[in-house]
């Protein structure tokens, strides 16, 4: 399982909402994050895509 396809997982969307973790905000630091790593590491920035968009699921409520 990749980190995009985690941050749109029901079950984790599910306990980020009941700890009150924005997921768009997680993702945002996730891929600044990679960013620095990859440009102190000298890595291909091919590898810090992440999608831009948080699917929403069945089951979950909010936005």
Request: net charge positive.
């Given at each position: 399982?990749?980190?995009?396809q985690l941050l749109n997982d029901?079950?984790?969307l599910a306990l980020m909402r009941a700890d009150g973790?924005?997921?768009v905000s997680l993702?945002?630091?996730l891929?600044?994050?990679?960013?620095?790593l990859a440009?102190?590491?000298d890595m291909p920035s091919i590898l810090l895509t992440f999608s831009d968009t948080v699917m929403p699921h069945a089951g979950?409520?909010?936005?």
């Open positions: 399982m990749t980190i995009d029901p079950l984790t973790v924005d997921p993702r945002t630091m891929t600044g994050q990679a960013r620095r440009e102190t590491r979950i409520q909010g936005g």
